[in-house]
C-alpha cells in the first residue's frame, strides 16, 4: 500500500494518534505525515503511505492555509486559550482597528516560537522546559504570510475575530495571535485553529478516520489513496526507455535529450519511478519511490 491520503484530523488528537489510529486500521507500519498540528487544532493533515513515506521532506516546504479564531484581551502562557491565563484586559478594539494593523504582519517576518513547542534547545523540547516552569532564550525564525485577511466568524464565539493565514513552513499561527495582540495593545491569543489547504492539497478533499476505518472494514481502504506523484504535479513529466528504466532502478545517471530541470520519472509502463534532475543532458535520481 502506497500513497497519499488526505485526513481532517479532529480535535483532541495529535497528529502521532492520528498517525497511530491509521497504522491498526491499514495494518501498514510506514506511515508519516508532514506539517504537524497540535491537538486543539483541527483540518487537514497530509499522510504519506508505504514507500511514500520517502516523500515527506518535500511536503514540509509547501505554503499553508488556516483559519484561526483570535481572542483579543487575553494572553495566556501557551498563546492559545488551552493555556493559563496570564492576563486579561477589556478590549474595545474594532474590525477597522485590526485590519489596520493586519498588513504589518503580512510578508517576510521574523517570528519569536513560543516556549511551548517542539523545537529543540541543548536537545530539549521547549515545551518540556516551559512545562517545569523554565524558560530560555530562543532565537527568531525567518518566515512568510503570504496572506492575512478577516473571514467570516459566525461559526466563532461571540467577540472573536476570524483570521484568513496562508503562510510559509514554521509558522506559529498562535504566536501571530499573540503578536497581533501586542500590536493593539490588549494583548491576544489563538481560540481555534482549522487547516484547510497544503500545498496543492485541500480540506475539502480529507476523509474523517471514520471514513476509512468504514473502508478498511472492507477492504476498500487503498482505493482512498492519491497517487504519490500528485505531490510532484508542478514538475514536467519524463517517460523513460527500458534501459534508462534500468539504469534509475540501480541509482545510476543516463543521457537524455531534454532541457534542465526537475522531472517526474516515469518507467514505459507509466509507473513513477522516481523525482529526477537533469542537467547538462544527464539524468540522475533524486528520491525514488518504486518498491525495491
Known sequence: MNGILLIDKPQGWTSHDVVGKLRGLLRERRIGHSGTLDPMATGLL???????????????????????????????????????????TCSTVTQADLEAVLPRFTGALSQLPPMYSAIKVNGQKLYDIARRGGEVERKPRQITIHSLKLADNSHLEQGDFCLDVTCSKGTYIRTLCHDIGEALGVGGTMSSLRRVRAGRFHLDDALTLDEIAAAAAEGRAEHLLLPLDSLFFDRESLVLTEKQTKRTLVGGQFSV??????YR??????????LGKVEQGTASTIKSFFEV
Request: no cysteine.
Open 46 to 88: 497530509v499522510v504519506f503511505i508505504g514507500r511514500a513515506t520517502r516523500a515527506v521532506e518535500f511536503a514540509e516546504a509547501d505554503a499553508k492555509q488556516y483559519i484561526a479564531g483570535l481572542r483579543l484581551g487575553v494572553e495566556t502562557d501557551t498563546q492559545d486559550i488551552t493555556g493559563t491565563v496570564l492576563r486579561e
Open 257 to 262: 535529450a531534454a532541457p534542465g530541470g526537475t
Open 265 to 274: 520519472f516515469y518507467a514505459p509502463d507509466g509507473a513513477f519511478l522516481a
